[in-house]
């Protein structure tokens, strides 16, 4: 069974700089896009950015098209997040998901099999 586990949120001021990580884990081989989204309470959880992880491909929400960078270490089984010059909407519990195997839907909360259980990203004005 594939577990995610997600490092490296934390609080900074507007205009600074975080970086994320997903550690994948247990059947990873089968893993062929992994993603970040994110929820604000009382909110839907909306689509960050995602990877492929043959190839590389990258995707992103329009609201962060620019400012953030999906990358991933294969062999390290890890994705990673680069998020620059974060504004107070930003704020959110940010969530690494994984699927297997590749379609061309992975925008959306039910594309992803498996999921981390998220890290606090607060963005102060």
């Known amino acids: 069974q594939v577990q995610l586990v997600e490092s490296g949120g934390g609080l900074v001021q507007a205009g600074g700089s975080l970086r994320l990580s997903c550690a994948a884990s247990g059947g990873t081989f089968r893993l062929a896009v992994m993603g970040w989204f994110r929820q604000d309470p009382g909110k839907e959880r909306e689509f960050v950015a995602a990877i492929r992880t043959s190839g590389g491909t990258t995707y992103y929400a329009d609201s962060v098209k620019g400012r953030f960078t999906i990358s991933r270490d294969n062999a390290k089984n890890t994705a990673y997040l680069e998020m620059n010059s974060l504004k107070p909407e930003d704020t959110a519990v940010y969530y690494c998901?994984?699927?297997?195997?590749?379609?061309?839907?992975?925008?959306?909360?039910?594309?992803?099999?498996?999921w981390g259980r998220g890290t606090q990203v607060t963005v102060s004005s």
């Open positions: 998901a994984a699927k297997a195997p590749f379609t061309t839907k992975f925008t959306t909360r039910n594309d992803y099999q498996y």
